[in-house]
Structure formats: C-alpha cells, structure tokens
C-alpha cells in the first residue's frame, strides 16, 4: 500500500470510528453505538470518546447550532477490543442555548462523562490571544516518527499510522527532552488526509485531536519522556472551548503549557490556532502523572 492509500485509510478509519450508529432504543435519552480504534495498549485512546460523545450530542441538535464548550471525566479505562455505547440526555433547550449530557458505556458502566453546551451562531464582543510569531512553520519540521530513531518498532509504527501528523516544534518526547526543561512546548498537527466538509465532523475531530501531546507540557517541565521506566500517567478530566471553526485536515498549531503540578497531579493548557493565526479552540486538561523515585 502506497504512503497516500495508508494515510487515506487511517483516516477513513477515523472517520468511520466517529459515524456512531442510533439506536431505536430510547427511554429518557438517546442511545449510540460504535466501535473502537484498535490500540497497541490495549486501552482506548481517549481523544476517541471524547470525539464520539461530541458527535452523539450534536445528533440530538438542529444543524445551526454548534457546540462551544464541553467538559467531561475519564471515569474507567476503555477496552479498545469493544465498542462503546454512547447515552445522551437532553438536558436543556433554550432560545439561543441547550445542553446535553453524553455518557459513554462498556460492559454497562461509564467510562467517560461530559456535559457540553452548544449556542446558536450569535454577533457580540470579540477579541483572541495572539499565535506565536516565533514558530518555524510545519514544512520545515519532519514528521515525529522519523525524529525518534531507536525507539521501539511498535511507538514508531504507531506514530506513522495513526491518523494525525504531528510535527513538534521543540522534540518529540519519547526518548529525550532536548534542550532545557520547560513548561511549554508547541505541535503541528493535521489529518494525513483529506476529510469531507461537514462542520460538525471537523469539530469532533477537533475534540480527538486536542487530547493528544496536551500531557507533554507537565513532563518537558521535569525532563521526563514518555519511555521513562515506571511512569504513569491518566487523563483526569478534559475541558474544550471551540471558539472559530477550523478544519482538522489543514496544520493547526498546538500551544501547550503547564501552569501547575504537585499531589501526583499535573494541569496542561492549550490553545488550538489554524495556520493562519486564527485561534479556533482552548483546552484545559488535568492527569493524574506517578514518576518513580530515581
């Protein structure tokens, strides 16, 4: 298979993973189904759920009105051998405003929680942080998996065949923190692939992409890489604001930072920008991070 059929697949892959199927089933809420990405650690990755449990609640939503914010908890780690079943409760319809509450299921308990709110498309006050103009542009960056040379076979396959090209601005992580520690760091990424226009798909993907390297900003803050012996490390919490739309298959610029650690606790922020400079969304997430003691 040629490197453009393989990045086509992987997205297609994707994209079939967010195509949740309804269920007819329906008590007070509305049932979804689908399956999930294969993973080497066996556990879901959870850009996933939280891509699937936004595309479950902008199913129950009229076309014009878009989710702006979700924020959600990682409740059990996902089998990514099973499908998820996705519930979502309608929990408010207001004149510009509603608000749904996805959970998402294996083996009939929840895995992940998210309550997202979602508005109409409204005039009003408007102004953006700045994107960095210091960062060298995603051309003159080689991909991750060809920068992380005597890493295992298996991370450097994974790094090429997922669906997202990413491309750090400092050094990938997985075998050493070049430079010195530091708690921000920035990531180009897109979709290896085109992928079609709809507005809602593009913002769920979005979701999938904003849980990814968003961690790294607390472990380059201590030089710790991801092969360090005995880490770990667990997404918490995750919280998403889609400020301007933006398409995931086109560079967008990943700025992380790390304002806060301790407790066995680590907060990463980030802000999502096209290529641009137009800041299309922010995250903010917790992880619960155990670094064994040297």
């Known amino acids: 298979m040629s490197a453009d059929a393989q990045a086509q697949a992987s997205v297609d892959n994707l994209i079939d993973v967010l195509d949740l199927d309804e269920t007819q089933a329906r008590t007070t809420e509305d049932i979804f189904t689908g399956r999930s990405q294969s993973m080497p650690t066996g556990r879901i990755y959870g850009g996933q759920v939280l891509g699937q449990s936004v595309i479950a609640a902008e199913r129950t939503m009229p076309e014009d009105r878009a989710v702006h914010s979700m924020h959600g908890y990682f409740l059990r780690p996902g089998d990514s051998a099973q499908g ?3 519930a979502v409760d309608r929990i408010h319809d207001g004149r510009s405003f509603s608000t749904r509450r996805s959970q998402a299921y294996q083996n009939g308990v929840p895995i992940f929680s998210m309550i997202a709110s979602f508005q109409d498309e409204a005039p009003g006050l408007e102004h953006a942080r700045p994107m960095p103009t210091d960062i060298p542009q995603p051309d003159d960056i080689a991909p991750d998996e060809q920068r992380v040379a005597g ?4 991370a450097v396959r994974m790094l090429s065949e ?3 090209d990413t491309r750090h601005v400092e050094s990938p992580m997985y075998l050493s923190v070049d430079g010195e520690p530091s708690a921000q760091q920035a990531v180009w990424m897109r979709m290896r692939a085109p992928m079609p226009d709809d507005a809602r798909l593009h913002r769920a993907a979005l979701a999938y992409l904003s849980d990814m ?12 890489t991801w092969a ?18 933006a398409r995931v298959d086109e560079w967008l610029l990943y700025v992380q930072e790390s304002p806060n650690a301790r407790g066995g606790r680590g907060l990463a922020t980030g802000r999502i920008y096209t290529q641009d400079g137009v800041l299309a969304a922010t995250v903010a997430q917790e992880i619960m991070i155990r670094v064994p003691a040297s």
């Open 151 to 154: 890493a295992p076979a298996f």
């Open 213 to 224: 390297t968003i961690q790294e900003s607390i472990l380059r803050a201590h030089g710790v």
């Open 162 to 164: 997922r669906p997202v």
């Open 84 to 86: 998820v079943t996705i």
């Open 228 to 245: 360090t012996p005995g880490l770990k490390v667990a997404s918490l919490d995750h919280a998403m604001w889609w400020h301007r739309h």
